[in-house]
């Protein structure tokens, strides 16, 4: 689900076949192997990333999936030595985690050759969820996710701010798209990612702590959520996903 939004936000980038792209913020390299798909074997794609593990992980993961067109650096944006311009700079789920996001953003846009694009796909951290008919398991569970994700980013709105930090670092205003992933019935892929994404924060916890005195194994969980689900016919709703991309003019 992930995958086909930020998809979507690369093919309106213009990442194309020949392309140079970098990822900002790479992890293992979901977006990087996305571009390098897209971008096939006449152009090129770097990833950085200032976790070594991530950037490890990253580069056997492309050499298992016989991707020969990404290097993979460790580094931050700040301190990354890169002496060429791209076609695309594009980064997902990193400006939640700049303590400047307008620097760096535009650290990110002189990264960029005129006429190129940049392009940030974001997760909306600060959005209170729905479920209709109302699930109380599935709402307490977001509530949590909520909780953990605004603790830990000091730029968790900033999804719905994009185009106020584009402004501040001097670029276009960006085309945006909104999608909030939705299911009914079991809802199997929300109620897997939710505690999977809650385990994870929870520093894998053995138990999902949902409120004080209402602790629940996380297995037991998941299947609790579906069964809540599909039993009150709802519709939930998971974590906005922001895509916004900007072409850099030609002076
Ligand atoms: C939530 S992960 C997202 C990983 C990947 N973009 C994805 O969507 O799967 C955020 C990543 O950004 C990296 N990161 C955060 N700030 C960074 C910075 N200033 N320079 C380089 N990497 C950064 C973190 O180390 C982490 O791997």
Same mark, same amino acid.
């Given at each position: 689900?992930?995958?086909?939004?930020?998809? !979507?936000?690369?093919?309106?980038?213009?990442?194309?076949?020949?392309?140079?792209?970098? #990822?900002?913020?790479?992890?293992?390299?979901?977006?990087?192997?996305?571009?390098? !798909?897209?971008?096939?074997?006449?152009?090129?794609?770097?990833?950085?990333?200032?976790?070594?593990? =991530?950037?490890?992980?990253?580069?056997?993961?492309?050499?298992? +999936?016989?991707?020969?067109?990404?290097?993979?650096?460790?580094?931050?944006?700040?301190? @990354?030595?890169?002496?060429?311009?791209?076609? +695309?700079?594009?980064?997902?789920?990193?400006?939640?985690?700049? *303590?400047?996001?307008?620097?760096?953003?535009?650290?990110?846009?002189?990264?960029?050759? *005129?006429?190129?694009?940049?392009?940030?796909?974001?997760? #909306?951290?600060? !959005?209170?969820?729905?479920?209709?008919?109302?699930?109380?398991?599935?709402?307490?569970?977001?509530? +949590?996710?909520?909780?953990?994700?605004?603790?830990?980013? *000091?730029?968790?709105?900033? +999804?719905?701010?994009?185009?106020?930090?584009? =402004?501040?670092?001097?670029?276009?205003?960006?085309?945006?798209?909104?999608?909030? *992933?939705?299911?009914?019935?079991?809802?199997?892929?929300?109620?897997?990612?939710?505690?999977?994404?809650? !385990?994870?924060?929870?520093?894998?916890?053995?138990?999902?702590?949902?409120?004080?005195?209402?602790?629940?194994?996380?297995?037991?969980?998941?299947?609790?959520?579906?069964?809540?689900?599909?039993? @009150?016919? @709802?519709?939930?709703?998971?974590?906005?996903?922001?895509?916004?991309?900007?072409?850099?003019?030609?002076?």
């Amino acid at each position: 689900m992930l995958q086909a939004i930020t998809h !979507r936000m690369l093919l309106s980038a213009n990442v194309g076949a020949g392309s140079s792209v970098l #990822d900002i913020g790479c992890g293992v390299g979901g977006v990087s192997q996305l571009a390098a !798909r897209l971008v096939g074997p006449r152009g090129h794609v770097t990833g950085i990333d200032q976790s070594d593990a =991530a950037i490890s992980l990253a580069t056997s993961l492309a050499r298992s +999936a016989n991707l020969s067109n990404i290097t993979y650096t460790n580094s931050t944006l700040e301190h @990354a030595n890169l002496d060429q311009q791209f076609d +695309a700079v594009v980064g997902r789920a990193v400006l939640l985690f700049q *303590p400047d996001v307008v620097t760096f953003l535009k650290k990110a846009a002189r990264l960029v050759k *005129p006429g190129g694009y940049i392009a940030f796909h974001e997760i #909306d951290d600060g !959005r209170q969820f729905q479920s209709r008919p109302k699930v109380e398991i599935w709402d307490l569970t977001m509530r +949590a996710l909520l909780s953990k994700l605004q603790q830990g980013c *000091p730029q968790y709105d900033i +999804a719905q701010r994009m185009v106020e930090v584009f =402004a501040l670092a001097g670029l276009p205003v960006p085309e945006l798209t909104y999608e909030i *992933p939705t299911a009914g019935g079991k809802a199997e892929s929300l109620c897997l990612w939710a505690t999977e994404t809650l !385990r994870s924060l929870s520093g894998n916890a053995t138990h999902a702590q949902l409120a004080d005195g209402y602790a629940m194994d996380w297995g037991a969980l998941n299947l609790e959520l579906q069964s809540a689900i599909s039993s @009150a016919n @709802a519709q939930v709703e998971f974590l906005g996903q922001v895509c916004a991309w900007a072409r850099i003019p030609v002076c």
